[in-house]
């Protein structure tokens, strides 16, 4: 009789050990997903470590530059937590957007977080946050090009003409095909990518504005259209931004327009600015396709240019 309550006992204590391990606790994970890489993110694999294959793709649909996506991960237990995940993403053409990135390095989530892809040029591939805000994270990409350097020489201010400057580009090693420094002040900067890409200028003139017979929008958009070397051009838009005319205290105007023809077509965005002394003109050219994917970038390089002497 005793025998059988011992062994009565022993099953029921592997009962409530089995029930134990059946019932560990379990964590929900929700993550909100941002790109900020600069390309589109179409496949994003997130798996437990412990796991052998990468499983389905978290995204529904294509994440676009800046847009971002919630994501149910589902329910884990701390031990999984602490185990981390892989995770790793892709292009629309099925190749990573950070081929930099080791995707087998655990990230460790915590319910709630934001997954913040960076730009795939910068040193660091992802942010982790507990919240996002896009002109912190703005601030904090333009910063982290600033120390990784873009590239370019430093525009020399003669003359006590202002220089304009402010955002750092968003490319390493440019090449410098033109540094022009006058005695008078004025001075043009021509930078162009690695890859040949996007040509960067930047340049001061004389200002040869005349108030009683010009309209200072069709001046500027004369001057920016003087940046391309051919004779055939197609303006597309000139309007002055008031965010911009703001911060410098005079009227700024972008000018968008296409230059050239047929496989020499280029797409130039100008920022044009005019002081009474000086015209300042800070342009981009590009094919009309990389064109379409650099306007946030454009913008947000125009809205940190100011003057050296008018900070």
Sequence with gaps: MRQ???????????????????????????????????????????????????????????????????IDLGEYTEEQLNAGFHLQFYGEDGQPVNPDYDPSSPTFFENGDFLIFSPPDLSIALFLDTAYDPETYDQKIVELYAADGDGRGDVISQNGIPVLMGGALPFTNMQNLLSENHDN????????????????????????????????????????????????????????????????????????????????????????????????????????????DMGEIYQNLFSQLYLSDEE
Aim: glycine share 4%; hydrophobic share 35%; with cysteine.
């Design 185 to 292: 002040g004025t001075y043009r900067y021509e930078d162009i990518t690695e890859d040949g890409q996007l040509l960067v200028v930047n340049a001061a003139e004389q200002s040869c504005f005349v108030p009683d017979v010009q309209e200072l929008d069709d001046y500027l958009t004369a001057c920016a259209l003087s940046l391309s070397d051919t004779d055939t051009y197609e303006l597309l838009s000139a309007e002055e931004n008031e965010e911009y005319s703001k911060n410098l205290s005079y009227p700024v105007y972008i000018v968008t327009y296409t230059a050239g023809e047929n496989e020499d077509t280029r797409e130039w965005t100008v920022f044009a600015m005019d002081t009474d002394v000086c015209t300042y003109l800070y342009g981009f050219c590009a094919l009309p396709d990389t064109a379409a």
């Design 4 to 70: 059988r309550r011992h062994l009565l006992m022993f099953a029921l204590a592997l009962l409530c050990l089995s029930f134990s391990a059946c019932s560990a606790k379990q964590y929900p994970m929700q993550i909100t997903v941002v790109n900020r890489s600069t390309y589109p993110i179409a496949d994003l694999r997130i798996s437990l470590t412990s796991e052998e294959n990468w499983g389905e793709n978290c995204l529904e649909t294509t994440l676009e530059e800046g847009e971002s996506v919630g």
